[in-house]
């Protein structure tokens, strides 16, 4: 059965500094999909980055950068340069091929500190 | 497009009562999904729909919930009778590209019953 686990559950830096956000996951597939979800206190799920497992490749977009290991089954999120803006709670998300469901994990709540 | 539509935004319902959300999904997608989001469990997937069709409603806690979706742009999510227990925050999400598409968020709907 998939499962995605993100241990932390609460981080607190100044702004300006980086953090990572850690991510794993747990699926028999071959192929799947990752996914990670900002939640701002607004409330609304939005959509950030989704990668299949077949594309190993670090991607960045601005100063947010993915790494994902299949090695260590894991799919990390790093926000550098943190900004107030970036305080939500993100969600790592896990999609199987052969089925339509997108499981999510329990969320990081991040709290960037002016 | 408009996005997700989800209503009420809020609700505050006794125990026992009956409880009906509403969500209104892009037009053009043919999946569906309705989370639950609690601080204990995280986002739970209750039940999704493809083309109006209830596909997997194993997330479904007990069969005080149930689901429907009538047409492409409407689907409920009923419960009857409500429990405390029940109080979370609702949201429903629709994608157009299987589960591993991206989904787009409805609002919300916090739900509390006393």
């Known amino acids: 059965a998939q499962k995605v686990t993100q241990a932390q559950t609460e981080i607190s830096v100044v702004e300006k500094e980086d953090v990572t956000l850690d991510c794993v996951y747990e699926?028999?597939?071959?192929?799947?999909?990752l996914f990670w979800y900002k939640q701002p206190p607004s409330g609304e799920l939005v959509f950030l980055i989704r990668?299949?497992?077949?594309?190993?490749q670090n991607e960045i977009s601005g100063r947010y950068s993915w790494n994902f290991q299949k090695s260590t089954s894991s799919f990390n999120f790093t926000i550098t340069a943190s900004q107030v803006v970036d305080s939500a709670v993100y969600f790592c998300?896990?999609?199987?091929?052969?089925?339509?469901?997108?499981?999510f994990g329990k969320g990081t709540r991040l709290h960037i500190l002016p | 497009d408009a996005g997700v539509i989800q209503s009420p935004r809020h609700e505050v319902t006794e125990m026992g009562q009956e409880v009906t959300l509403r969500c209104k999904p892009i037009?053009?997608?043919?999946?569906l999904f309705w989370y639950r989001q609690t601080m204990m469990r995280g986002l739970e997937l209750l039940i999704y729909?493809?083309?109006?069709?209830?596909?997997?409603d194993s997330g479904m806690p007990e069969d005080r919930f149930s689901a429907k979706m009538p047409n492409a742009s409407f689907s409920t999510l009923k419960i009857q009778p409500s429990e405390p227990r029940d109080s979370a925050v609702y949201f429903c999400?629709?994608?157009?590209?299987?589960?591993?598409?991206?989904?787009?968020f409805g609002s919300g709907t916090q739900l509390s019953v006393l």
């Open positions: 990668r299949n497992s077949f594309d190993e």
């Open positions: 699926t028999r597939d071959t192929t799947y999909y």
């Open positions: 998300a896990l999609s199987e091929a052969g089925d339509d469901k997108i499981i």
């Open positions: 999400a629709s994608s157009s590209d299987r589960g591993w598409g991206k989904l787009f």
């Open positions: 037009s053009g997608h043919d999946y």
């Open positions: 729909f493809n083309n109006n069709v209830p596909i997997d």
